[in-house]
């Protein structure tokens, strides 16, 4: 492809970095993102991956706006409150830049649809809010050796690792089952404050470009933990899991369907 003079200024950021020049934009142009979850996450990564020119970007959420969301939904307005989030999300998306083709998937991330959905993308930013969908979205990756960026939020807290599945330890090399229902509070019950997920959420767009272009070192094998309170980071080296249950030496779990997945994998129905 040849770029208008229209991308030639849009892009110019971009393309004077010797790191990713023309060629680099053109990959980009070339890449298909899938955000499972709008969220505090789900939210920063869309905007800058829109913004860089991602060339088709899903999007994935199966709730409505809420006033709730507001603190750090950052997509969304007051006027938008009852809207689908996928709808809402791609008005903002086609308003910052209508070189992205937006796919939007008003659904809930489940056993049934994971693989189907995964399946035409590149790499996948996990923006979910629960276990469930966090280690669905390990799994069916995992599965299908799909890259992804996994982050998690809390109240003043935050992390995030990239998986590239077959070489880099999984999340489930991290946390090899879902901890007990109720033991560990959502944000909801916990809180969480509104600049952090937007921090992870910029991260995990940061690594999904990374990705894209084959440049720098991705998060793979390091967690990476932000404390907001006392501003620092730690890196914490991550091991692959020889004993992992879906990508060591003797996997337990091969495929999603099975009766046993559902009812000992998954305690709860998954949603984003």
Request: charged share 25%; hydrophobic share 40%.
């Amino acid at each position: 492809m040849s770029f208008t003079e229209e991308q030639i200024e849009r892009y110019s950021r971009h393309i004077i970095l010797q790191e990713i020049g023309e060629e680099g934009q053109k990959k980009i142009f070339d890449s298909k993102i899938l955000v499972v979850g709008l969220g505090g996450l789900g939210n920063p990564a869309c905007l800058y991956l829109a913004a860089a020119g991602i060339g088709t970007l899903g999007i994935l959420d199966s709730d409505a706006v809420e006033l709730s969301n507001l603190n750090r939904q950052i997509l969304h307005t007051t006027e938008d409150i009852g809207k689908d989030k996928v709808i809402s999300t791609k008005e903002k998306i086609n308003k910052l830049n209508k070189d992205v083709k937006v796919i939007t998937h008003k659904t809930k991330f489940t056993v049934d649809n994971a693989m189907e959905i995964i399946k035409d993308y590149d790499f996948v930013i996990d923006g979910s809010d629960n276990f469930s969908t966090k280690f669905l979205i390990n799994d069916a990756c995992v599965l299908l050796d799909k890259p992804f960026s996994h982050a998690g939020v809390l109240r003043f807290d935050g992390q995030s690792i990239t998986v590239i599945p077959n070489k880099t330890p999984c999340y489930r090399c991290i946390f090899p089952d879902m901890p007990p229902r109720d033991v560990i509070p959502t944000s909801q019950q916990a809180g969480v404050l509104g600049v952090v997920p937007g921090v992870l959420g910029t991260i995990q767009a940061l690594e999904a470009l990374k990705f894209v272009l084959g440049k720098g070192d991705l998060l793979t094998g390091r967690l990476f933990v932000f404390d907001a309170l006392k501003l620092t980071v730690r890196i914490i080296e991550i091991k692959k899991n020889e004993n992992c249950k879906i990508c060591g030496n003797g996997p337990e779990i091969l495929r999603l369907e099975s009766k046993n997945y559902i009812e000992k994998v998954l305690y709860c129905s998954p949603e984003t």
